[in-house]
């Protein structure tokens, strides 16, 4: 005979499960997902999800090693970024970030320690990506000669009422990375500066040639030292007359088979002439015969 004991326990402590979730599920808060930083030209954003139900996020920030910090902007909040550019001041640190999950603003919780993750450290000089920059060019008079004007990309980041270039942050440590290649062609070239005013020389007279430029920076690791490549754009080609586009013997060529196309054109005109003549002649030597008295 089966022991009713058995059902009745397993009811019981069934029930006590369930009263310890329903008991606890206020103060459950989902930790946040895909914590990450998104930085561009020192404008650094922390991103995470999901977007929150009942419950809010909390960031909390330092450099690493110091007194943990909060933006009063991204506590408790209901969104999912935090904008930390005017936080982290000290370019060259390396700072840490935590998402925290928290309950809604006046509501309180048992909880002694909120639910949380980490980001990764981020360095802004070593981690943000350097965006594309945009350029000018000049020929030369002899046309022979390009130069690129490269502009230094803004940054969010003021200094005396001014905005800062990453030329400022970087200094001697920011290079300008240059592909360019004859219009048309599938060959490229490349060259490096260290200066925003990049010159290249010895370029086919008259030539139309297309360039990208990309900020460098040497001090960082490999995967990060190259900065956005920016749109191709070309230089203007120099209309050239027939003479200068074609080397002579090409023109020349060209020339005398005009001429012996024309010749046969003339000949055949002439030739179907003279059987048209023909032709007509007998035509009316026929009619005559015909009109002829007997």
């Known amino acids: 005979m089966m022991d ?106 048992d909880l002694v320690e909120f639910p949380y993750t980490r980001a990764e450290r981020f360095c802004p000089y070593k981690d943000t990506q350097i965006g594309a920059p945009s350029f000018n060019i000049k020929q030369s008079e002899d046309k022979t000669k390009m130069t690129l004007h490269i502009q230094n990309p803004l940054t969010p980041i003021y200094k005396d009422d001014q905005l800062v270039t990453i030329r400022d942050i970087f200094k001697n440590d920011l290079k300008y990375n240059v592909i360019y290649n004859k219009a048309g062609s599938t060959g490229k070239k490349e060259t490096m500066s260290d200066l925003r005013d990049v010159e290249l020389n010895n370029l086919d007279k008259g030539e139309s040639y297309c360039f990208m430029v990309a900020a460098y920076i040497p001090s960082r690791s490999v995967e990060k030292r190259l900065g956005d490549w920016s749109k191709p754009q070309c230089s203007p080609r120099e209309s050239k007359t027939i003479f200068e586009e074609f080397p002579f013997g090409v023109i020349a060529g060209a020339i005398a088979i005009m001429l012996a196309m024309l010749i046969i054109l003339i000949t055949l005109t002439v030739v179907c002439c003279k059987h048209f003549c023909c032709i007509k002649k007998e035509t009316v030597d026929k009619e005559n015969l015909q009109l002829s008295p007997v």
């Open 4 to 109: 009713v004991r058995t059902p009745v326990h397993f009811g019981v402590s069934l029930l006590s499960v369930l009263f310890t979730i329903g008991a606890s599920g206020e103060d459950y808060f989902p930790e946040a997902q895909n914590v990450k930083w998104v930085s561009n030209n020192f404008k650094t954003i922390l991103t995470w999800g999901p977007e929150p139900t009942n419950y809010t996020y909390t960031v909390e920030f330092s450099e690493v090693g110091k007194d943990r910090q909060r933006k009063p902007y991204c506590i408790r909040s209901s969104g999912t970024e935090c904008d930390l550019t005017n936080e982290l001041r000290n370019l060259e640190e390396t700072y840490s970030a935590d998402v925290l999950s928290e309950p809604l603003p006046g509501v309180n919780s």
